[in-house]
Nanobody
Framework: VQLQASGGGLVQAGGSLRLSCAAS????????VAWFRQAPGKGRTFVAG???????TYSDSVKGRFTISRDSAANTGYLQMNSLRPEDTAVYYC???????????????????WGRGTQVTVSS
C-alpha cells in the first residue's frame, strides 16, 4: 500500500487548504482513512478519521473547521481545512487501514499504512 499526501503549503490565518491522500494498493472505500499531525517539537496527534462505513470523528481542536471526506472513484481521501489558525501549523499525515473499528479511529497504532506527510504552515 502506498499513500501520497499532498496539498500542504503556506496560508494566512483564516485561510483554507485541502489536503489529499492518494492511495494505491488499497481501496479507500473499504478502509478507514485518518489524518494526524505533528507540530514542531510535539508528538503526532489525531485530527480526523473516517470509518469505512462513512462514520467520522474529529479532534475537538478542529471540529467545525475541518472536514474529512473520500472519493472512491479517485481512491483518494481529503481533509478540507477552513478557518486555519497558527496553531494548526504542522506536518500532516494520512493513514489507511481496512481493519480499524469506528471506536478506534483516533488510535495511531491501529493504522498500518502511512503517507510521508505534507507541511502546513499558517501565518498570523
Amino acid at each position: 500500500v502506498q499513500l501520497q499526501a499532498s496539498g500542504g503549503g503556506l496560508v494566512q490565518a483564516g485561510g483554507s487548504l485541502r489536503l489529499s491522500c492518494a492511495a494505491s494498493g488499497r481501496r479507500i472505500s473499504t478502509s478507514a482513512v485518518a489524518w494526524f499531525r505533528q507540530a514542531p517539537g510535539k508528538g503526532r496527534t489525531f485530527v480526523a478519521g473516517m470509518h469505512r462505513s462513512g462514520g467520522v470523528t474529529y479532534s475537538d481542536s478542529v471540529k467545525g473547521r475541518f472536514t474529512i471526506s473520500r472519493d472512491s472513484a479517485a481512491n483518494t481521501g481529503y481533509l478540507q481545512m477552513n478557518s486555519l489558525r497558527p496553531e494548526d501549523t504542522a506536518v500532516y499525515y494520512c493513514a489507511v487501514d481496512p481493519s480499524v473499528i469506528l471506536s478506534n479511529l483516533a488510535s495511531q497504532t491501529a493504522y498500518k499504512s502511512w503517507g510521508r506527510g505534507t507541511q502546513v504552515t499558517v501565518s498570523s
